[in-house]
C-alpha cells in the first residue's frame, strides 16, 4: 500500500494536535490551573505565537508588550518564550537569575555553522563555555589588546579616509558598503593578521562571511516545530547551510595549515595565532582543540563584523537627519584636534564627550542586536510568575532603549540627556544594554568602541556631510538579520574641511 506524501503530513500533523491537546487536558485535570503564568496573547495549534513575528520581530514584540506587559509568555511552536521588554525585567533576567538564565538556545543552523556549539556564543552554559569566555576576556578582546590593535585601527581609517576623498568628486557615496568593508577590515586583520578583502581567496571569504551571517540571523522553523524540519531540506536552506560550513572549514583549514607549516608566521599578534599558541602549549590551563579555534574565530566575525557596522551606519544616518547635532559634534571634535593639525589620536576621543553622548543614543534607538537570547536552566520565579526550565527569554533591547517608562520623549534623537544622567552602555544600567549584560555579555565592548569611535570622529573631522540633493529625509525602514541594517543603503555627499583652527 503506498500514500502520498501529502496525506502522511496531514495525518501527521493531526495526530500531534490530538496528542498536543489531550496531554494539555490530562495536565490540567491532574494539576489544576496552579501556576502563575506571564499573561499572554492567543496562539494558534502548532506554530503558537510565530505567525506574530513578522520580519521584524522587535518591533512587533514591542507592540504585543503594550498590550500584554512588559513580562509575557509566547510559545514559539512548543517552544515557551518570555518576552522581556522593561529595564526591570531585563534586570530580573540578567543580574538577579543571572546564573539561571545563562545558557543560549540550541539552533540547528547555529550548531552546523559553528562546530556543533564549540564557539563562545551559542554554547552551552558549563565549564567549556568558561573557558573559552575567559580566553576572550583575558587574551583576545581585553583593553590591552585592543589598545596594541591601535594601528589597525589608524591605518584602515586612513585608507577609508583616502577612498572617501578619491569618491567624493563623483557625487554621492556609498557609506554602507564603505562602512562594511571597514569593519571587515579591521575584524579581519585582528583575526588573521593581515586582511583578505584584497585578495582573490579573500574575497570568496567576504562573500561567505556575508552568507553566514544570513543564515544565521534566519529562523530555522524545525528548532521550534520539529515535524516541519523536513521543509529546509525541501527549499535547499539545509543545503546552504552544509555547503557554508564546508567552505569555511576548508578555507580555515588552509589558513591554519600555512601557519602550522611555517611557525615563523605564529608571531603571535592576531587572534588566530593566540589561539594557535594556547592549543600548541596549553600554556594557560585551557585545553582546547582545532575545531574550538575555528569556532571562536567565526564567533568574532558573526558577532563582530556586523554589529559594528551597523552601529556607525546608524550614527551617520541620525547624524545626516539631524544637522544641528552633526555641527556640534564637528564642532567638538575640532575643537580638540584644532592645535594638532586635525590629527586625532585615540587618547583624544576622552575629550569628546559629546562624541560618546552620540554613541550612547545611537545605541538606545538602534540596539545592533535587538532582540537577545536566553534559556532557562531551571525553574525559577521571576516577577511572581512561574518560569519552568528550558524557557526560551526573548529581552528586547530595543524596545527597552524606546519605553517611555525610562526615556523622556523615546522617540527622538537627543545626545543631549545623556549630560544629566550618568547611564552607560557597559551593562550595569539596565535601560541601555546594546552589549547584554552579566555573564553572557558581550566580551567586544572595548575592540568596537575603539574601532567604532575613532572612525566617527575622523569621518566628522574631515568632512562635512549632507544628503544627496534629490533626498529630503532619509529612509528608515530596517532589514532583518542578526544585525538590523538599513534597509536601503545609507548614500551621503561629503566634502572636505579644509581649515582646522577655523
Ligand atoms: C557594536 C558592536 C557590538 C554589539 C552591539 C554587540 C552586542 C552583543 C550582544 C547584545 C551580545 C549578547 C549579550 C547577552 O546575551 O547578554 C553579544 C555577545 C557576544 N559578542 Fe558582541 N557586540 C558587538 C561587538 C562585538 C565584537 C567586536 C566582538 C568580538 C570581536 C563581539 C563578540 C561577542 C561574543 C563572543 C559574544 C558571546 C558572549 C557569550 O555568549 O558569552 N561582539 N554581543
Not at 578619491?166 to 593578521?193: H, K, W
Not at 602550522?260 to 587572534?271: A, I, Y
Not at 526573548?394 to 517608562?405: K, L, Y
Not at 535601560?431 to 567586544?444: K, S, T, V
Amino acid at each position: 500500500m503506498q500514500f502520498h506524501p501529502f496525506t502522511l503530513i496531514i495525518q501527521a500533523l493531526l495526530s500531534l494536535f490530538l496528542i498536543s491537546y489531550i496531554t494539555k487536558w490530562l495536565y490540567k485535570k491532574t494539576y489544576g490551573n496552579k501556576k502563575n503564568l506571564p499573561p499572554s496573547p492567543p496562539k494558534l495549534p502548532i506554530l503558537g505565537n510565530l505567525h506574530q513575528l513578522g520580519l521584524l520581530p522587535h518591533r512587533n514584540l514591542q507592540s504585543l508588550a503594550k498590550k500584554y506587559g512588559p513580562i509575557m509568555l509566547l510559545h514559539f511552536g512548543n517552544k515557551p518564550t518570555l518576552i522581556v521588554s522593561s529595564a526591570d525585567s531585563a534586570r530580573e533576567i540578567m543580574k538577579t537569575h543571572d546564573v539561571i538564565f545563562s545558557d543560549r538556545l540550541e539552533s540547528s543552523v547555529g550548531k552546523r555553522l559553528l562546530y556543533n556549539c564549540k564557539d563562545v556564543s551559542i554554547a552551552p552554559y558549563g565549564e567549556y563555555w568558561r573557558q573559552l569566555k575567559s580566553i576572550c576576556v583575558l587574551q583576545l578582546l581585553s583593553n590591552k589588546r585592543v589598545q596594541s590593535f591601535h594601528y589597525i585601527r589608524e591605518e584602515e581609517t586612513a585608507l577609508l579616509m583616502k577612498r572617501i576623498k578619491r569618491e567624493y568628486p563623483t557625487g554621492s557615496i556609498d557609506l554602507s558598503e564603505m562602512l562594511t568593508q571597514f569593519t571587515n577590515d579591521v575584524v579581519c586583520r585582528s583575526a588573521f593578521g593581515k586582511k583578505y578583502s584584497a585578495v582573490e581567496n579573500g574575497k570568496k571569504f567576504i562573500l561567505l562571511l556575508k552568507e553566514l551571517l544570513e543564515l544565521l540571523g534566519t529562523i530555522s522553523i524545525g528548532d521550534f516545530v520539529p515535524m516541519l524540519s523536513w521543509i529546509n531540506r525541501v527549499n535547499g536552506f539545509d543545503a546552504r547551510v552544509d555547503k557554508v560550513a564546508r567552505e569555511f572549514d576548508e578555507f580555515f583549514e588552509g589558513v591554519i595549515r600555512e601557519r602550522m607549516e611555517n611557525p615563523k608566521k605564529l608571531h603571535g599578534d592576531n587572534f588566530l595565532d593566540i589561539l594557535l599558541h594556547i592549543y600548541q602549549n596549553n600554556s594557560t590551563g585551557v585545553t582546547i582543540d582545532r575545531d574550538s579555534i575555528k569556532a571562536i574565530i567565526l564567533d568574532v566575525f558573526a558577532a563582530g563584523t556586523d554589529t559594528t557596522s551597523t552601529l556607525l551606519e546608524w550614527e551617520m544616518t541620525e547624524l545626516l537627519r539631524n544637522p544641528t547635532i552633526m555641527k556640534k559634534l564637528q564642532h567638538q571634535v575640532r575643537e580638540v584636534v584644532k592645535d594638532k593639525n586635525g590629527i586625532i589620536t585615540e587618547n583624544d576621543l576622552e575629550k569628546m564627550p559629546y562624541l560618546k553622548a552620540v554613541i550612547k543614543e545611537t545605541l538606545r534607538l538602534h540596539a545592533p542586536i535587538p532582540l537577545l537570547p536566553r534559556v532557562a536552566r531551571k525553574y525559577v520565579k521571576v516577577m511572581g510568575y512561574d518560569i519552568s526550565a528550558g524557557t526560551l527569554v526573548m529581552t528586547n533591547v530595543w524596545a527597552i532603549g524606546r519605553d517611555p517608562a525610562s526615556w523622556h520623549e523615546p522617540e527622538k534623537f537627543d545626545p543631549d540627556r545623556f549630560f544629566d544622567s550618568r547611564v552607560d552602555y557597559q551593562g550595569l544600567d539596565f535601560e541601555l544594554i546594546p552589549f547584554g549584560a552579566g555573564r553572557r555579555g558581550c566580551p567586544g565592548i572595548s575592540f568596537a568602541t575603539a574601532t567604532n569611535g575613532f572612525l566617527l570622529a575622523n569621518l566628522v573631522r574631515e568632512f562635512d556631510w549632507a544628503l544627496p540633493d534629490d533626498v529630503e529625509d532619509l529612509d528608515m525602514s530596517e532589514r532583518p538579520g542578526v544585525a538590523i541594517h538599513r534597509a536601503v543603503p545609507l548614500v551621503a555627499v561629503a566634502k572636505q574641511k579644509k581649515m582646522w583652527n577655523s
